[in-house]
Structure formats: C-alpha cells, structure tokens
C-alpha cells in the first residue's frame, strides 16, 4: 500500500483522529518530462494547518474535505525524468502527506544534506526558524538591553526567538506550559526568565515579576488571556508580534478580551501580524544566517519526533495538548 491521509471532516472544536482517513494512494506507471518519484522522509505538523481545516477566507486557501492534507515534507529521489534531479537527492516542498508521490521538479527544492540534519529544513532551518528571524529582527528591531517576552517559548518558533533576542543582547522571558519545558528554556537555552502558565494564577502579577522593568517586545504565538497579561506591561514604544494564536485555533466562539487600543495609545507602541512568506525575498539571507548561528554553537534545537506515517494524526493534535518540546514532526 501507498498510504496518503484525506481531511475527512471540517473539526468544529477541538480536532480529533475522526477528522482524517488514510487511504491508498495509486501512482502513475511512468513519469512524464520534468517530474519526480518522492518517498517521503520526514513529514511537518504545524499549528497554521488547524486554520486551514476550516473553511474560512485567510492567507492560504483551505484543506478540501476528501482531499489530501497538504504541508512542509522533506523527501528522497527515487525516480528522476527531470535534469536538475537524481535519484538519492533530497529535496523540501509543500507537499501532500503521502508515502510516494509524483511531483514536478519546479514545485520542490533540493537539500544540501551536508549542511545540517535533514529534520531540520522542517525546524530551525525551514518555515519555523525563518518565522522566529524576521518576526523578530524585521518587526521587533531588537535592540541590547530591552526586555523580549516570548510565549509559546518552548516551541518551534518560540525557542528561536529566544535564542536569536539573546545573540542579540536582550533579556528573554519565557512562557510555557510544563516545568520540563522551562528547565530546557533555562538550563539548555539560557532564557533569563520563565513562567508556566498552566501553574500560574495570577499572569498580571507573573509577567510584573519577571519583567520589574517592563516589556519593549511580546512575541505573540499564543494569543488569549497570555497576551491579555502581557500587553498590561508593555513600554513606551514597545513592539508586539503577532505570529500565531494557538491557544484559540480550536475555539468554537469568539475570544473576549482586554481591547490593546488604550495600552497601544499610552506606550505609542507598535502591533503588528505577519505571516513568514511575507519575506520570501529574504529567505536566502534567513537561512544563510541561521546556519552560521547553528554551527557556531549560538542556535540550539531541539526535536519531538513520531514514528511512522500511521503517526501523523497523533502528531498533529499533540500540538494542542502542547505535547512537543520545540519541533514536532513525524519521521516517515
């Protein structure tokens, strides 16, 4: 068998293994000109694709019910009718979540495989990783000194974002939702800080003790009543970037909270979403500078890796349940 998973149904809620259904796959008997036979080698979970189940306008169109869930595959060769191709190469595209598959050879990338492991064009040196650098360094501009707090810190782009605000020479809070997570945030990342959210009563008070002097830029991932507390203690001039909001994704009504006009108005500060193709110009420079930062020691990463294509349901709703101690992916 072929396996590829289907998005079965549209979650409303929270999304559980009813939503997929894995099927077989057929593949063509012959390649036509310019394509590729891909055997999938790792495969990427990422909580963007929980907005992509419903069927609502945003900045990518949405997964079709039957068809099958498309996101970050890195794959091998196995058959090559394209010239810039052989087999054995590796390559990174967005992809069908599918053992093999037929693609065209324009629609992927090859990997060096010398310059770092294969999972990490999925992590540090793929969407996640580009998403912590120009959301922090084009948008937040930080700058020595200042006070840079990061939820989801434990994360794929959370942990990123902490580590680069350090090269960067600033103090780094961070919040997560486990002690396990914040003793890595600490002990392996260095985060000044931590906060967990999930034994923390009163957030207000939290973020007032580990920022005493106030936040110049919130690294927003997570959305909700976190973001409420911090933006109570946000500077003049403060900067907030808005990455993801995970912590409403499975939301089945609208979120009420704090309104951020007055606290923007008062610190002159600056709000601001983004979403990494925004700077897909800039991708080379990103990449480039991450992998100097991760072989020079200043970038750590740290992986959750599932085993087998069977576990990629499993996987992607363990994002929700915050499962995952930086990049969560399933190896194929």
């Not at 680069?164 to 600490?186: E, F, M, P, T």
């Not at 897909?280 to 072989?295: C, D, M, N, R, T």
């Amino acid at each position: 068998m072929n396996k590829q998973i289907l998005l079965k149904s549209r979650p409303v809620g929270m999304v559980g293994k009813e939503h997929f259904e894995t099927v077989d796959a057929l593949l063509p008997k012959r390649l036509n000109e310019g394509e590729l036979l891909l055997k999938a080698r790792f495969i990427s979970v990422d909580p963007y694709m929980r907005g992509r189940m419903n069927d609502v306008k945003s900045y990518v169109a949405p997964f079709e019910v039957g068809k099958p869930i498309v996101g970050g595959v890195v794959a091998e060769v196995v058959e090559s009718n394209h010239i810039d191709f052989l087999p054995g190469d590796m390559v990174l595209g967005n992809l069908t979540w599918t053992e093999l598959q037929v693609v065209n050879g324009a629609l992927v990338k090859k990997l060096q495989k010398d310059l770092a492991p294969l999972s990490c064009y999925l992590g540090i040196l793929g969407m996640p990783g580009l998403t912590a650098y120009f959301g922090l360094l084009h948008i937040g501009e930080p700058k020595a000194g200042e006070t840079v707090v990061v939820s989801g810190a434990a994360g794929a782009v959370g942990s990123v974002v902490g580590q680069i605000a350090k090269i960067k020479g600033c103090r780094v809070v961070g919040i997560a939702g486990s002690d396990d997570k914040n003793a890595y945030l600490k002990n392996d990342l260095h985060f000044d800080e931590v906060i967990n959210y999930r034994t923390t009563k009163d957030m207000s008070a939290a973020i007032a003790t580990a920022c005493p002097d106030g936040v110049d830029i919130y690294y927003d991932n997570v959305g909700g009543d976190i973001s409420d507390a911090v933006l109570q203690h946000i500077n003049k001039y403060a900067r907030i970037i808005i990455c993801g909001q995970i912590s409403m994704y499975n939301s089945t009504q609208a979120s009420v909270g704090i309104r951020p006009q007055v606290a923007l108005i008062k610190n002159s500060a600056f709000m601001k979403g983004f979403v990494v193709s925004d700077f897909a110009e800039y991708f080379p420079e990103g990449i480039k500078q991450l992998a100097v930062w991760l072989s020079s020691g200043q970038l750590k990463h740290q992986e959750t890796v599932m085993k087998g294509f069977d576990a990629l349901p499993d996987a992607f709703i363990g994002l929700f349940r915050g499962d995952n101690i930086g990049k969560l992916l399933v190896e194929i």
